[in-house]
């Protein structure tokens, strides 16, 4: 159990013998090796086994039989930083000359014998049949089921020592507990004014802020920006974009999911269906779903699903992709939702309500009249959010929108015009598309449109063209030839920041090159695109320079503590109006703003009201005293003036009933924050090499 927090690294050390799947990179400059930890290999094989065993369990945990691009390259990343803790506990245990006998092998398989195979020699009593277990167990005919076993408590066994070893160091005292608990379960309560300065003119500020005074917090702060060695480059993309003849296969693909789904019975179990969908999509099937019109919204023709029969197949674009979608039933909401556009007419200072009115008829007409579009007027002229969509509401409920549209709507023939209608802010025109008070029950099959395997070739070839002119004319000419878009304005990439394309092994492939150099073409597979960069600088280890970004952050911040130092003189005008004997109640009678509200606070929490202002926590907890008022307070936005009213301590008796259940969470946590500590201190010393990129 402790060693669980270590990413897996423990269960994984086991060699799963799943077989060749075939050879995921390049073997490296070391044979069959495509990376090593402090020298010590890291073969294709154990990637591959490693790989299937991790790749297993991610289609358990997510209930599928296959991955996409995207999670196939996630599963990668978790074998490769695996593989790298594998490693490094491999050397830990040699450097503690940490060993095991076949005798205490031998002890464990037989008289504590792992859970798989404990089960199986369990009664429907839950007695174990320990001899039977043993005879099972010297049975040669078994022997290829235990001796894998037996190579995992042998592993197991290695680990418990190392635990041993590393966890003397570890207690946990009784004032650690109680410092722990009293944390969690006191309060105090107290009173707040909060002095907060006017946003409006933080603009200025900003306009106010020196380089002098940028220079300064950037020196005061240096510390924070600190920067790793980093590398900079410039890179193209080529792209696997599904091509016309790729949509019009996929088209075809779903006219035959379409057929075979409609010739189904709705009494299809859903194993049947699964079966079906795995034919024609990476995604899952998804079970029945009631929707009403909102639901339906981001569904490229809402009104199609709404109006299908039960046992109708249909073919709906949505915001998350194509879906075929079937009809099996459906049920009464008790409301009425419509399907409206809407042109919103508002109300402006300089124009009467009559002259709205006049424009909203005059609008009308024309639309009646076929000289004008209603989509067109909504996007010039409507001032609801619509506008954008040609004034396409999508499906309201008819408690969502104001009561006026609303029972026009009820009233309203579909298709028609209808209007002006008065509401607050302004006039409507609307059109009924649809008026349903239904769910419908609907089963879905989501089908994404890949590129071909002959489309992603196609970028690929491009990308080795392109690598191959860089070479010969430069980088820049290259992409000027072949007319594609050099993006060079991106961060220093670094070992530890994120990983650009979020693919890590590139990372490491552009930290192998020297200045100059021109990668060979990397195809990045959550993104479906293959790249080519050139190393353009090295950026030396150090700190941030004051430019760009960072200064803009750097000025927003000098503005932000100007802005709250301009009420530093209210503040103390105000505490100074406070005598002896008074309440902060008293702030009131000068400004109702500065009315006192009451706020219960933990030593290390933030609060609702406050939001985290933990100068106001230290202040009331270690500074104050009962029944006191504080000296103005700066906290992130504001200045504060705090009267503790009282400290609701812990309750010691209480403390006593937990103290078994809090030492044994606490030593876990310790434990855990122990290992990993201790596991990243090792990654961070290590020398890794990575070969699965561009490598021969």
Partial sequence: MIFAGLAGAFLLMI?????????????????????????????????????????QQEMTEKKKTTLNDAEEAEVSEKTWDELISQKLLEQQLKEYGIAVTDQEVRDRLF????????????????????????????????DTIVAPITTRIRESLKREKLQGVLLTSIRLTNSEMWERYDIEHSKADIQVVKIAPSTANYQDFIKGVTDAEAQKYYDDHKWQY?????????????REQATARDSAQAKDRIQSLVKRWQALPLTEPDSSLKELARDYTDQPFQRSTALDGRNLSSFANPDSIMSAKVGDVV???????LKVVRVTGSVDTGGVSYHLKDIFLAFKASANKDSVKNLAEQFMSEIKAGRADFGAIAHEHSADPSARNGGDMGWVPEKGFFPE??????????????????????????????????????????????????????AQQQANVFREQAVKKGF???????????????????????????????TAYIFDLSSGDITVPVRIPSSKMTVVAQLTEIVPKGFKPLDGELKKQIVGMVARDKMIASVKQKADQLRSMIGPGDGLEKLATVDTSYR???????????????????NINIAVYYQMKDGEISQPIKGNNAYFIVKRLGIRASDKKLYDIEKPKLFESLTKEKVENFFRTWMEKLKDEAIVKDYRIGRS
């Fill in 226 to 238: 600190k920067s790793e060695e980093g590398r900079k480059i410039k890179f193209v993309v080529f």
């Fill in 111 to 142: 008289y504590n014998p792992p859970e798989e195979l404990r089960r199986s020699f369990i009664d429907s009593l839950g007695q174990f049949h320990q001899q039977e277990y043993w005879q099972a167990l010297r049975d040669p005919r078994n």
């Fill in 15 to 55: 060699v799963f013998e799943w077989g060749a799947q075939g050879d995921f990179f390049k073997s490296g400059p070391k044979g069959d090796a495509i990376g090593e930890v402090n020298g010590l290999p890291i073969t294709n094989k154990e990637y591959q086994d490693v790989f299937q065993a991790v790749r």
């Fill in 596 to 614: 006192p509200i009451g706020v219960t606070m933990g030593p290390g929490e933030s609060t609702r009201e406050l939001g985290e202002e933990y």
């Fill in 476 to 506: 820049d000419q290259a992409a000027k030839d072949m007319d594609v878009r050099v993006i060079s304005n991106v961060p220093a990439l670094t070992k530890k920041g994120q990983a650009i394309f979020s693919y890590k092994p590139f």
């Fill in 405 to 458: 549209v609303m029972s026009a709507a009820a009233k309203a023939p579909i298709g028609e015009l209808s209007g002006p209608i008065e509401a607050p802010g302004g006039y409507h025109i609307i059109v009924v598309l649809g008026r349903s008070a239904k769910k419908v029950i609907v089963q879905t099959v989501q089908v994404d449109i890949h590129a071909s395997s002959q489309t992603s070739k196609m």
């Fill in 315 to 321: 073919i709906a674009p949505s915001q998350a992709g």
